[in-house]
């Protein structure tokens, strides 16, 4: 390896607040790519499709678990695949490793689940082997290829109005090395993070940012924020505003 120079701290930090300024760039460059998503059209879905879910047959609508929006990953298990039957294809594996607490996601009223063709008695036994918690569902008709995941992985994403659901917008390739965090899944929907920064059409449910923030064994449905956390969240965010501007 020909490594870089070694420099003071000085010089260090100089280098850092440099690449700092690009870095900046890119995060709102990435808020702005984030709000083109959240105004691209929306396609009514029109079809019927049957899933296979631990307790039996599910509709698209059933996926969404009664929340206003739904992301489906199309992640590779069933026979075919490498690895099959013990595994799940190496690289979706990689991405459901990622996949964090669905809590903090589901407070946002959005669900997020996996789809494979693979029956739901070996994606229960894999799900206990990799100790995987997400919704996961088998594939019965041309969902996949309807969607453009039958040959490849991909995350759908959907916006339910009533019984009507909607394609709101579509992730492949190396824009799936990305996903996995709360803040990724909800930059890929119509929704967005609901927080008052965002620039997002009109009538889009926002509040402040943070103080939506909860343990994630502690989310109460319609609960206003704890006072305490918008007390601690208000001081820190002061102090940090504070640091920037110095």
Known sequence: MNAPAIVSPQEWQAAREKLLVKEKALTR????LAAERRRMPWLAVEKSY???GPNGKMSLLDLF????QLIVYRAFFEPGVHGWPEH?????SLG???VGNLAHLNARDTTLLYASRAPQADIARLKARMG??????TITDSFDADFGVDEWHGHNAFIRDGDRVFRTYFINNRGDEAMGTVWSYLDITALGRQEEWEDSPQGTPQGRPYKWWNWHDAYVPNAAPDPKWVEVSDAGEAAFRKKEGA
């Open 29 to 32: 460059a990435r808020d702005a």
């Open 96 to 98: 459901a490793d990622q």
């Open 132 to 137: 995987w918690e997400m919704p996961w569902v």
């Open 88 to 92: 799940a294809c190496i690289g979706c």
């Open 50 to 52: 049957v899933f296979e």
């Open 65 to 68: 678990e009664g929340r206003r």
